[in-house]
């Protein structure tokens, strides 16, 4: 449609953009990372950076729940830096004990958190504290959410339990082609389709479901099973493969820095000189409303 109205005058100043709101997350310096950290957070962290003003950590307080060695740790923290590639947005974190998590988030003042499901109930406690300090010493810090991505609970290889390094059912997604294959291979699918010619049921398929994310023909891929037009072997070894190709510019980049560590330790510097001056100016504000100042 044409008009010939005149286009609205443009205003002599403009308004000012209004400051972006922050998200936060965190992810442990556990030396893998795998399918359910992408599809359930990574993505939204990649996401939501050009909507908001993100901050990522490298939670090595965190690991130390479960890490007792002194080296692991740096390891781990250089692997899972390298790992994630957001060279501009690590950090080591400035931490306090013992309400780790909620301390993370409201320093930086984050209204928004992207996390996978495993993690909502640590939310809830966040904006319980949240609306504690708040409720005593006045509006300090906003209440926080936590945003999923649409696979919000990712399981494992397994099947049944959630992907998680700690139950050994993860697909590794930085790791040689050879260990994501075999990872993949081992996957349990739906357990009652027995013979080759019995139709499968996508929708309790693991690997089906996970075709979801790796091609726009996953459809046909479910059809297939549903029909035993193929077999749960082809549906793997074609799952391994795409994710393998998926992740491949990832892992080129990941092994590049992991032949340099001091890059990285660089990164995570520059990310904690970034984000120390916003950690300190939250401190003095709490210390002046709690009267420690
Ligand atoms: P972690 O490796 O435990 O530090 O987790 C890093 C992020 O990945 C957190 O936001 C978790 O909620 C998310 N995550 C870990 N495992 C899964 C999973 N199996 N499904 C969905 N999200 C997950
Ligand atoms: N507890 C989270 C996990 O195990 C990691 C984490 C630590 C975190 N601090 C955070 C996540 C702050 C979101 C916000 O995965």
């Known amino acids: 449609m044409t008009t010939d109205v005149e286009p609205a005058s443009i205003p002599v100043s403009a308004p000012a953009a209004p400051p972006r709101r922050r998200i936060f997350s965190g992810i442990q310096p556990s030396g893998i990372v795998h399918l359910g950290n992408d599809l359930g957070a990574i993505r939204n962290y990649v996401a939501l950076q050009a909507e908001f003003e993100a901050i990522y950590c490298i939670v090595d307080y965190h690991a130390l729940t479960s890490l007792h060695d002194a080296d692991v740790l740096r ?11 957001q060279p501009d947005d690590l950090n080591h974190g400035l ?3 013992p309400v780790l998590q909620a301390a993370d988030i409201v320093i930086y003042k984050a209204t928004t958190v992207p996390v996978g499901k495993d993690q909502a109930a640590h939310l ?16 300090t810090f906003p209440e926080q959410q936590a945003v999923f991505t649409e696979t919000p609970t990712v399981l494992g290889t397994d099947g049944v339990r959630k ?41 309790v ?30 549906t793997k070894k074609l799952l391994a493969e795409r994710i393998t190709r998926h992740y491949a510019p990832a892992r080129e980049r990941y092994l590049e820095l992991m032949a340099n560590p001091a890059e990285i330790d660089g990164i995570l510097e520059a990310g904690a000189d970034r984000l120390r001056p916003k950690a300190e100016a939250t401190m003095a ?9």
């Open 75 to 85: 390891r781990g923290t250089r692997e899972m830096a390298a790992s994630l590639q």
């Open 95 to 97: 931490l306090t004990y």
């Open 124 to 139: 809830e406690l966040t904006r319980e504290i949240v609306r504690a300090f708040n409720n005593r010493y006045g509006e």
């Open 163 to 203: 992907m998680s390094k700690s139950l050994g059912n993860t697909i590794e997604i930085l790791a040689e082609p050879e260990v994501i294959r075999k990872q993949v291979m081992s996957m349990v699918t739906d357990t009652q389709r027995i013979l080759r010619t019995d139709p499968g049921r996508p929708e």
């Open 205 to 234: 398929c693991n690997v089906c479901q996970l075709h979801r994310w790796f091609g726009p023909d996953w459809e046909e891929i479910q059809d297939g099973e549903r029909t035993a037009r193929t077999g749960c072997v082809d």
């Open 285 to 293: 504000e709490v210390r002046e409303r709690m009267g420690l100042r």
